[in-house]
């Protein structure tokens, strides 16, 4: 490898410039002053020449060129004819930029000691130049290539012909011209070229991933040992190329959430495939010794193979990924569309293969069946066996000239012999291909919507004729197949044609709008800001939000008790009935009334009681639900392992597992609800919840089928396999609650687990005062449980913070409650015991009463509350929690410290007057000097007044229209509510976005010239630099650990961005002249995208930064104050 060439893409594809993630690492802005300062020498280069250029058109003569051009030019000669040159590429970030901003790096070779000097972090080595293009064996890399190499060349001798002319008349405009064209061209060719380079790359990778997945397809027919060996020796090669290469790939990509979901999906394949290769093993082993729970294992392994298909698929689709979108969900529309999609393509060619043989046997419903009760039939081992000795004659034959290859012929040739036992899988792909269809058909516009649905009723159409053909012998079905194979090729879309689910995608992408929070939160202040803004049509986006929120609650109070259930829905009848109306007045052109302002303050009113109330029953459900995620699994655990002659063994079996699936549904759901209708606004936070839960909902029944082949198969294997769904269902629980328990508020976990407490107390003296001590039993049971979870609360909430004061008071608070605990239980024993003895009674009453105490401490702790200070909302919780009442005050010890005696008068001494001793003089009184005129004041400037000025000239455009604008505004409405007097983050985050409201002016040519957009992006990466600062600034004094990694997670994208921004406006300013063009048109596509992303990451900067300045050390000497602005201040 040629180290002394290293041709680097770019600022944001350096994983060396990349801000770390942990604090620890490095001093982010150091890299980023690092990135900018060695990156940008040739990038400025760019920038200055489209600046010459136009001073040039103002009638000024250009300088002579020929030295850097010249260097350029040479530069494009190493490009071409070099045989090895080294790229560091990150796809993410080549789609934000563009097929037009790579290339600035280019430039860089005018400085070879420079250029030669950068950081030797490739990924990836390759010949280029033509002889790459001969020597591939990638087709698209040799058809994407020489255009690329040809524009570079073609564009260096323009920029030398330019050169020539301007030296000869330096006022030439026909040099201008090629000049101009030449800068462009050196830009979009070399962009191109790396393109190549960087797609040629991801096509290696998913070649493995798709060689894992034809390994997977097959995992359902290995029938003998000697296969499940001769399978495991042939995946594991690929599985661990595919986990090399996937892991050195996402620590290139400058995302974090593609970084973290390619780390997801590879942690699940590395940790479901040996749990794969043990349910294979126990289901031949079932099979083989005609034992029961074949079925079950059967289903396991489908599970299994299933589960990891998904993750890769997954990884291809994230690979592939050229674009990301700061504000993008996993339940957004358009993603949920793309995933399926992606899903749908990857299964059409099974479906081709097996409508194009017409001797394929159909998996409709009860065929797996059949095929599992004829698979030990003797013609089936015989072809079983006989593909395995051709299989090893095959291995044989192909070793000695082929070594490389021989896993794909050999695969081929497996898959071809067992295409006469496989009956089901190609089968079951037209279904999955249908439902993936459905998925997006429910997603779709509406025109797209009713094609999607009546594809889809003609494929099933003619699906179930062939199938009907095929059963019945006959195998005259290949007009029907074709048919059908034709109707599935134009609904999911081919390399020559686009296909019916491709087009309703970009329809939808296209269309856009915007879309409903997906958080209780971010739908209130959707909702609020329709409400706070009257004049402004926000295309019924707070209308919709509100009905989703009132949805949301009618959905969470079907799992509430009457009385709270009556009140919610109270609620939201009250909430529909003012939004209907008001949105009547709107209709009517009544909004500004005095009738409709009266309904928007209700509306206001009622939307934050339905908020505050929602959450204060989120955090009891999850009191509820969580208290205790281990009994029912470890009860289930002791079932499966009963001795085989225990009486009612299967009863207490089926017992058991309906209990452990109650109790994983009441979880999950629970779990839905904190995500959609809780207060938690964090994305990551949000999607993890929903993976798990679905994760867990996956698991259960799988669990419970393994559980049944343990009960029926005393085996190692069988008990291996039960363990290892086993290890991993427990820790999707334990998962499951660490993301819930951080979607809600730790103080009002505690106080709400306290008011349970109460409550549980209330029902064991119900169980004395009626002598039943298996209620006794169980709620103290209870109790004891969620005093446990009140203190592993504490020990998280102190491991969370760096205050010393504030661990040491949570810390003592938590001691107490683990030293109050087991004398409760214990005192709760006797009464137990003794359901009638008065003493035991009054000393379990004693010790419960002390552990109700030690939780108040902690919720005092965790609020800093002292003295037993309490709101009056804490209260009103107690006096609901139920009938049962703490001892008076006259009952309980109360420390009280006894008045002191009044302190005796201090006795001075005695002074002795000498009287023989004259007193001193009175000095004489002072003289008044009037203190000199103060000078006049000097004229103030109100920064607050200019940016309300300015915004006045700006108005809120449609987002469709100017999405630049649009994205400027919306960080101006989340900043104005600061005020940013002494905030230096506010006050640079609204600089920001008065610049890019600027700089959309002057993208759309309103004034301005190059060297004004030019000028306009640097201010914006520098006042973006500004922002990344005090935001690690901030993170480095703030004492809460979360809260510091969120806040750096979120300042970490803004220098990315930001430079993306740099290169993209300097890309646009190559283009000016040309704005009817196909280029000019996707360099202002890329210039949106990038700016609606850079506001959208410096908000988020904002909140996590307000957030984070409540936890701050105090002896800092930070002056950060948040002070909100009044409501008329905006106007």
């Not at 033509?130 to 990638?138: A, G, L, V």
Request: with cysteine; glycine share 4%.
């Amino acid at each position: 490898m040629n180290q002394d060439l290293c041709f680097v893409w770019g600022y944001p594809t350096i994983s060396w410039i990349r801000p770390p993630t942990n604090p620890e690492l490095a001093p982010l802005e150091a890299l980023v002053n690092q990135g900018h300062s060695k990156i940008f020498r040739g990038f400025f280069r760019v920038s200055r020449l489209v600046i010459l250029h136009e001073e040039a058109e103002d009638g000024n003569a250009m300088p002579d060129l020929t030295r850097p051009v010249g260097a350029v030019s040479r530069a494009v000669d190493n490009l071409i004819k070099q045989r090895q040159l080294i790229v560091v590429v990150d796809r993410p970030a080549l789609g934000i930029l563009g097929r037009v901003s790579a290339s600035t790096v280019l430039l860089r070779r005018c400085n070879t000691s420079v250029f030669t000097a950068t950081r030797r972090t490739a990924i990836s080595t390759s010949n280029v130049g033509y002889d790459t293009c001969h020597s591939s064996d990638d087709p698209i890399l040799q058809q994407d290539m020489p255009p690329a190499l040809q524009r570079v060349e073609t564009s260096s001798r323009l920029l030398e012909d330019a050169c020539r002319m301007l030296k000869g008349d330096p006022f030439s405009v026909p040099a201008r011209k090629k000049l101009i064209d030449g800068a462009r061209g050196i830009l979009q060719g070399t962009s191109a070229l790396l393109l190549c380079f960087d797609e040629s790359e991801v096509r290696k990778i998913i070649r493995g991933c798709r060689k894992v997945l034809d390994y997977l397809a097959v995992a359902e027919v290995i029938e003998s040992i000697d296969d499940l060996a001769q399978f495991v020796k042939d995946i594991t090669p690929w599985l661990s190329r595919v986990s090399s290469d996937v892991s050195n790939r996402q620590g290139e990509l400058t995302h974090q959430v593609h970084r973290d979901i390619l780390c997801r999906c590879l942690d699940q394949i590395r940790t479901l495939s040996p749990i794969l290769i043990c349910s294979m093993k126990i289901f031949i082993q079932i099979g083989q010794d005609q034992q029961r729970g074949q079925a079950e294992a059967a289903e396991n392994r489908n599970y299994l193979a299933q589960r990891m298909t998904d993750e890769m698929h997954e990884i291809i689709r994230v690979l592939q990924l050229t674009t990301y979108d700061e504000d993008e969900w996993d339940a957004d529309n358009v993603t949920v569309m793309r995933k399926a999609l992606s899903a749908a393509k990857s299964l059409l060619t099974a479906a081709l293969d097996w409508l194009g043989d017409p001797r394929a046997r159909p998996g409709a419903v009860g065929e797996k069946t059949r095929r599992h009760e004829d698979v030990h039939s003797r013609p089936t081992r015989h072809r079983l066996e006989q593909c395995g000795r051709r299989k090893r004659r095959v291995r044989r034959e192909c070793s000695s000239s082929w070594p490389k290859a021989n896993d794909a012929i050999l695969h081929h040739k497996m898959t071809h012999q067992m295409s006469g036992i496989k009956p089901s899988e190609l089968m079951v792909a037209i279904r999955r291909i249908l439902d993936y269809a459905d998925r997006i058909g429910a997603r779709a516009l509406p025109e797209d919507s009713y094609a999607i649905k009546r594809s889809i009723s003609e494929i099933q159409s003619l699906t179930d004729a062939v199938c009907e053909l095929r059963n019945q012998g006959r195998y005259d079905n290949e007009g029907l197949a074709a048919s059908c194979a034709q109707k599935l090729k134009e609904l999911v879309g081919t390399k020559h044609s686009t296909g019916i689910l491709p087009d309703a995608l970009m329809n939808a992408h296209r269309v856009g709008g915007a879309n409903p929070a997906h958080t209780a939160g971010g739908r209130l202040e959707q909702a609020l800001r329709w409400l706070d803004n009257p004049g402004v049509d926000d295309g019924g986006l707070g209308l919709r939000a509100l009905k989703m929120m009132t949805e949301d609650a009618r959905r969470l109070a079907d799992r509430l008790n009457p009385q709270d259930r009556g009140h919610l829905l109270g609620l939201c009848s009250d909430i529909d009935r003012l939004a209907n109306q008001l949105a009547d007045l709107e209709r009517r052109g009544l909004g500004n009334t005095p009738e409709a302002n009266a309904i928007r303050q209700q509306l206001k009113d009622k939307l934050r009681e339905l908020s505050d109330f929602m959450r204060r029953i989120l955090t009891d459900r999850v009191v509820e639900d969580f208290a205790d995620i281990t009994t029912p699994l470890k009860q289930f655990v002791e079932a499966v392992h009963a001795e085989p002659h225990a009486p009612n063994r299967e009863g207490n079996f089926a017992d058991k597992s309906d209990r452990l699936r109650q109790h994983a549904g009441s979880m999950t759901s629970t779990a839905r609800l904190v995500a959609t209708c809780g207060p938690c606004k964090s994305k990551n936070t949000i999607e993890a919840i929903v993976d798990t839960a679905e994760k867990v909902d996956q698991m259960t029944p799988q669990l419970v089928n393994a559980g049944k082949i343990r009960l029926h198969n005393q085996t190692d294997s069988a008990e291996q396999h039960f363990e290892n769904l086993h290890r991993q269902y427990a820790d999707a629980l334990h998962r499951l609650r660490s993301h819930v328990d951080d979607a809600i508020d730790t103080h009002e976990f505690v106080r709400a687990s306290e008011t349970a407490m109460r409550r549980y107390t209330n029902r064991c003296e119900d169980a004395i005062a009626n002598s039943f001590p298996q209620g006794m039993v169980d709620n103290t049971s209870q109790i004891a449980r969620l005093g446990n979870r009140v203190l592993m609360s504490a020990q998280n909430e102190a491991d969370n913070s760096e205050e010393p004061a504030y661990c040491d008071r949570v810390n003592s608070a938590a001691n107490q409650v683990r030293a109050a605990i087991p004398p409760m239980v214990t005192q709760a024993k006797q009464v137990a015991i003794s359901p009638r003895d008065t003493g035991a009674a009054n000393a379990w009453r004693s010790a419960n009463d002390r552990l109700l105490d030690s939780v108040r401490a902690v919720g005092d702790a965790i609020a800093g509350v002292q003295n037993g200070r309490h709101s009056a909302n804490y209260q009103d919780s107690l006096s609901r929690a139920s009938p049962y009442q703490p001892q008076a005050m006259s009952q309980q010890v109360i420390r009280t410290i006894p008045p002191q005696a009044p302190t005796p008068p201090i006795v001075h001494n005695k002074m002795i007057i000498r009287e023989e001793i004259p007193a001193p003089p009175r000095p004489p009184p002072p003289v008044e000097i009037s203190p000199p005129p103060r000078p006049p004041p000097p004229p103030e400037y109100d920064e607050e007044e200019e940016t309300r000025a300015f915004w006045e000239r700006y108005p809120l455009p449609q987002a469709s229209h100017q999405p630049i604008l649009s994205a400027a505004h919306s960080l101006h409405n989340e900043l104005k509510q600061w005020s940013s007097q002494e905030n230096e983050i506010v006050a640079a985050a609204k600089r920001m976005a008065i610049l890019m409201a600027r700089l959309s002016q002057l993208v759309r040519g309103e004034g301005g010239t190059k060297k004004d957009l030019i000028e306009c992006a640097k201010a914006i990466a520098d006042s973006s630099e500004e922002v990344t600062r005090l935001a690690v600034q901030l993170a480095r004094l703030c004492t809460d650990l979360k809260m510091r990694m969120a806040l750096l997670q979120m300042a970490e994208r803004i220098p990315t961005i930001a430079t993306q921004l740099k290169v993209c406006s300097t890309v646009k300013s190559t283009m000016f002249g040309t704005s009817s063009s196909e280029e000019d048109i996707e360099a202002m596509e890329q210039l949106a995208h990038n700016a609606q992303n850079l506001m959208l990451a410096v908000k988020d900067t904002v909140r996590a930064a307000e957030a984070a300045s409540i936890k701050i050390k105090t002896n800092s000497g930070l002056r950060l104050r948040w002070v909100r602005k009044p409501m008329w201040s905006n106007f």
